[in-house]
């Protein structure tokens, strides 16, 4: 059985579904049939353990890897393949970096199934995001100041995925290219502000996985057209 790590060194296109917005079953059916490697189960606001479960009990249906990134404890449910734990490290709040982890691992530590867990260092770059917000993130970051960021966590920390999230909007170009450069050892995750093919195709030549979101609810065609033109762009 492939390892959590070796699960992910293979996705190169990932869409990720909130619990907290609507999609209907044709919808679901298409993008969980679509050739993306992934679902990636998240939010970050709204999620409960009905809502995650309830999501989770839909995508099973269709033979695709799920993932749930855990941002609430209380939206924790069984039966996920992975479990991706972000770590957000441009925060000066410590709780975002390993306060909340240790008080969960404190509580449910007997339960956590270790072998399918995998630790996203998270550098928030959009300041209008929830994510942002919640977390104290300080998203004003100069291109340096971000592949700092992602040398801490590909050298200091040895964490398997780098995770440059601008949620909402699409990333500055310098800045990604400084991190992709720092970044030797972890898979580089994108997402934000993918719009369709092309928006996929320029993040996919400078990040290892693509997450793609929020299109997913405004327009399924032009998100279903992201999962060719990224597995093209890395051919």
Request: proline share 3%.
């Amino acid at each position: 059985m492939n390892t959590a790590r070796q699960m992910i060194e293979t996705w190169q296109h990932v869409f990720k579904l909130d619990p907290d917005r609507t999609i209907g079953e044709r919808e679901l059916e298409a993008v969980c049939q679509s050739g993306t490697n992934a679902i990636l189960v998240g939010g970050s606001s709204g999620l409960t353990y009905d809502n995650t479960a309830e999501l989770l009990e839909r995508i099973s249906r269709y033979k695709i890897t799920c993932a749930l990134e855990v941002s609430d404890l209380a939206a924790v449910v069984p039966g996920f393949d992975l479990y991706l734990i972000p770590m957000v490290l441009n925060t000066p709040d410590p709780a975002w970096i390993v306060g909340q982890h240790r008080a969960a691992i404190e509580r449910y530590a007997d339960f956590i199934p270790w072998e399918s867990l995998i630790a996203e260092g998270y550098i928030v770059l959009n300041e209008h995001s929830t994510v942002a917000r919640v977390t104290h993130a300080e998203t004003s970051l100069t291109p340096e100041a971000a592949a700092a960021c992602g040398h801490i966590a590909d050298k200091l920390m040895s964490l398997p995925v780098v995770y440059l999230e601008y949620s909402g909007r699409f990333g500055d170009l310098e800045t990604m290219a400084a991190v992709r450069e720092a970044v030797g050892h972890a898979r580089l995750f994108y997402g934000g502000g993918i719009a369709g093919a092309e928006d996929a195709a320029r993040a996919a030549g400078l990040a290892d996985t693509i997450i793609v979101g929020n299109i997913v609810y405004q327009d399924l065609d032009r998100a279903l057209s992201t999962v060719g033109a990224v597995k093209a762009r890395s051919v």
